[in-house]
C-alpha cells in the first residue's frame, strides 16, 4: 500500500487532542483504509461502525442512554460514511462532550454531506482532513520516473486503484465504472438536481479546462439558468469534482476579477467523461492537462502542509496574464506553467513584475516541477 501524507498527523491527532476527526473527500480514495491504518496504530478497545449498513445505523442515535451501553467499554469509536446516519452531528457532539474517554475519527465521501451535517453542532469540536487521489509526493518518484509519473496522471489521474493497475484497458474501464457509478452518487442522493443538465454542464467544463469559462454560455448551450449553473457548479465543488479560481485583482482598474477558472479535482474523470485516453505524445490539450495537473497537485501539497492560501488566476484587460496565483498571509506567489521546457513565448509579465515587486514569480515546466510539488520529508502535518 502507498503510505498516505495525513496519516501521521491522524494519528497524532486522535491520540493527543480532545477533537472529533473528520476525514472527507471524494469516494474511492481510499478513506476507509486509511482509518483502519490509523486504528492499527492505536492500543485500546475500538468500535467500529459502518453508515451504509442500517443496523449500524441503528445503532447510533442521539440519546445519552442509548450511546451508554455501545460506548461504556470503548476506548475509540471510528464511523464510516457517516453522512448515511441521521443526525450524525449531535450524535459525535454527545459522544464528544459526555463520553470523554473515547476517541472518535468519522469518515464522509463529500463535504455537502458530513461537514453541513457536523458544522454546527461539532463548532469547536472537530479537525477535519481532507484526503485526496494520491499525490505527486505519495508517490514519491525518483528523477528517472518523474516524467512518466506526471505524464500517466494526466491521463488516467491518480486513484488508488489505479496506480497498482498495469493494463490500460483496465484503468479505462475502472476509470468508466467510477464516473457511472460513483462520481455524482452523493449529489444525487442528496440534493434535486437535473441529471441529465449536471452530465452534460460536467462535459463542457472537461473541455475548458484553465479557460475563463462564461456561466451564461454554459447555461445557454445546456438550457438552464444562470443561477442553476453556479449551484451546480458548488455542488460539484462540494463533491470534490471540479475546482473553482477567481481572477486576483488589487487594481480594478487593470486586473479582471469577475472570471472564473475551473479545473477537475482528478485528470482520469475528466479524460473519462469526454473518453479521451490518447497517449501525451498525440494530444492536442497537453497545455492544458499539465496546467490542470499543477494546480491540483499543487493544492494537494500545501493541504497536507497545513497550508491553505487563497488561490487564483491573474489577467488584465489588455490580455496579460498569469497562470496560477497563492496568496498567503504575507506572502504572494504567481507561476506561469509551460508544458515544455524549450520554446514558446511563455515569461512572467512585466505589468505583473511591476505592480507586484515583492512577489515571488516562477515558470513551471516538467524540469522544475518537483520542487513545486514535494512535500518536504517530515514537513507534513495533519491539520
Same mark, same amino acid.
Given at each position: 500500500?502507498? =503510505?498516505?501524507?495525513?496519516?501521521?498527523?491522524?494519528?497524532?491527532?486522535?491520540? @493527543?487532542?480532545?477533537?472529533?476527526?473528520?476525514?472527507?473527500? =471524494?469516494?474511492?480514495?481510499?478513506?476507509?483504509?486509511?482509518?483502519?491504518?490509523?486504528?492499527?496504530?492505536?492500543?485500546?478497545?475500538?468500535?467500529?461502525?459502518?453508515?451504509?449498513?442500517?443496523? &449500524?445505523?441503528?445503532?447510533?442515535? !442521539?440519546?445519552?442512554?442509548?450511546?451508554?451501553?455501545?460506548?461504556?467499554?470503548?476506548?475509540?469509536?471510528?464511523?464510516?460514511?457517516?453522512?448515511?446516519? *441521521?443526525?450524525?452531528?449531535?450524535?459525535?457532539?454527545?459522544?464528544? %462532550?459526555?463520553?470523554?474517554?473515547?476517541?472518535?475519527?468519522?469518515?464522509?465521501?463529500?463535504?455537502? %454531506?458530513?461537514?453541513?451535517?457536523?458544522?454546527? !453542532?461539532?463548532?469547536?469540536?472537530?479537525?477535519?482532513?481532507?484526503?485526496?487521489?494520491?499525490?505527486?509526493?505519495?508517490?514519491? =518518484?525518483?528523477?528517472?520516473?518523474?516524467?512518466?509519473?506526471? #505524464?500517466?496522471?494526466?491521463?488516467?489521474?491518480?486513484?488508488?486503484?489505479?496506480?497498482?493497475?498495469?493494463?490500460?484497458? &483496465?484503468?479505462?474501464?475502472?476509470?468508466?465504472?467510477?464516473?457511472?457509478?460513483?462520481?455524482?452518487? /452523493?449529489?444525487?442522493?442528496?440534493?434535486?438536481?437535473?441529471?441529465?443538465?449536471?452530465? /452534460?454542464?460536467?462535459?463542457?467544463?472537461?473541455?475548458?479546462?484553465?479557460?475563463?469559462?462564461?456561466?451564461?454560455?454554459?447555461?445557454? #448551450?445546456?438550457?438552464?439558468?444562470?443561477?442553476?449553473?453556479?449551484?451546480?457548479? *458548488?455542488?460539484?465543488?462540494?463533491?470534490?469534482?471540479?475546482?473553482?479560481?477567481? @481572477?486576483?485583482?488589487?487594481?480594478?482598474?487593470?486586473?479582471?476579477?469577475?472570471? #472564473?477558472?475551473?479545473?477537475?479535482? /482528478?485528470?482520469?474523470?475528466?479524460?473519462?467523461?469526454?473518453?479521451?485516453?490518447?497517449?501525451?505524445?498525440?494530444?492536442?490539450?497537453?497545455?492544458?492537462?499539465?496546467?490542470?495537473?499543477?494546480?491540483?497537485?499543487?493544492?494537494?501539497?500545501?493541504?497536507?502542509?497545513?497550508?491553505? =492560501?487563497?488561490?487564483?488566476?491573474?489577467?488584465?484587460? /489588455?490580455?496579460?496574464?498569469? *497562470?496560477?496565483?497563492?496568496?498567503?498571509?504575507?506572502?504572494?506567489?504567481?507561476?506561469?506553467?509551460?508544458?515544455?521546457?524549450?520554446?514558446?513565448?511563455?515569461?512572467?509579465?512585466?505589468?505583473?513584475?511591476?505592480?507586484?515587486? *515583492?512577489?515571488?514569480?516562477?515558470?513551471?515546466?516538467?524540469?522544475?516541477?518537483?520542487?513545486?510539488?514535494?512535500?518536504?520529508?517530515?514537513?507534513?502535518?495533519?491539520?
Amino acid at each position: 500500500m502507498i =503510505p498516505r501524507i495525513p496519516e501521521k498527523g491522524l494519528l497524532q491527532a486522535l491520540q @493527543g487532542k480532545h477533537k472529533v476527526l473528520c476525514l472527507l473527500g =471524494p469516494r474511492q480514495v481510499g478513506k476507509t483504509t486509511l482509518m483502519r491504518r490509523v486504528a492499527g496504530r492505536v492500543q485500546g478497545r475500538q468500535l467500529f461502525l459502518n453508515g451504509d449498513f442500517d443496523d &449500524d445505523r441503528r445503532l447510533l442515535r !442521539p440519546e445519552r442512554s442509548s450511546l451508554a451501553p455501545l460506548l461504556e467499554k470503548q476506548d475509540y469509536l471510528f464511523v464510516d460514511e457517516a453522512q448515511n446516519i *441521521d443526525g450524525v452531528g449531535r450524535i459525535l457532539k454527545i459522544v464528544h %462532550d459526555e463520553f470523554p474517554a473515547v476517541r472518535v475519527m468519522a469518515t464522509g465521501s463529500s463535504s455537502f %454531506d458530513l461537514r453541513e451535517q457536523t458544522g454546527e !453542532p461539532l463548532t469547536g469540536r472537530q479537525i477535519t482532513q481532507v484526503l485526496y487521489p494520491i499525490s505527486y509526493s505519495e508517490l514519491d =518518484p525518483g528523477p528517472a520516473e518523474r516524467r512518466t509519473c506526471m #505524464q500517466e496522471a494526466m491521463i488516467y489521474g491518480a486513484y488508488p486503484e489505479l496506480i497498482t493497475t498495469q493494463s490500460l484497458s &483496465d484503468k479505462q474501464a475502472y476509470l468508466r465504472q467510477l464516473v457511472a457509478d460513483y462520481l455524482l452518487r /452523493d449529489i444525487y442522493a442528496q440534493v434535486e438536481v437535473n441529471q441529465s443538465k449536471l452530465t /452534460d454542464m460536467l462535459r463542457l467544463l472537461a473541455f475548458q479546462i484553465g479557460s475563463e469559462v462564461s456561466l451564461s454560455e454554459i447555461g445557454r #448551450q445546456v438550457g438552464i439558468d444562470t443561477k442553476t449553473v453556479d449551484r451546480y457548479i *458548488d455542488l460539484l465543488e462540494r463533491a470534490f469534482v471540479v475546482i473553482r479560481l477567481g @481572477g486576483f485583482s488589487r487594481n480594478l482598474r487593470k486586473e479582471v476579477s469577475k472570471s #472564473q477558472k475551473f479545473y477537475f479535482m /482528478d485528470l482520469g474523470i475528466r479524460n473519462a467523461i469526454l473518453q479521451a485516453f490518447q497517449p501525451i505524445a498525440s494530444r492536442a490539450d497537453v497545455g492544458q492537462l499539465w496546467e490542470n495537473y499543477l494546480v491540483v497537485e499543487r493544492i494537494k501539497r500545501n493541504a497536507y502542509l497545513g497550508l491553505h =492560501p487563497n488561490y487564483y488566476f491573474w489577467r488584465t484587460y /489588455d490580455r496579460q496574464e498569469i *497562470d496560477f496565483i497563492e496568496e498567503g498571509a504575507e506572502s504572494l506567489a504567481a507561476y506561469e506553467f509551460k508544458s515544455k521546457e524549450e520554446g514558446g513565448k511563455r515569461r512572467i509579465p512585466a505589468l505583473w513584475r511591476k505592480t507586484y515587486p *515583492d512577489s515571488h514569480a516562477e515558470i513551471i515546466h516538467p524540469g522544475t516541477a518537483h520542487p513545486f510539488l514535494e512535500v518536504e520529508a517530515g514537513s507534513e502535518s495533519g491539520s
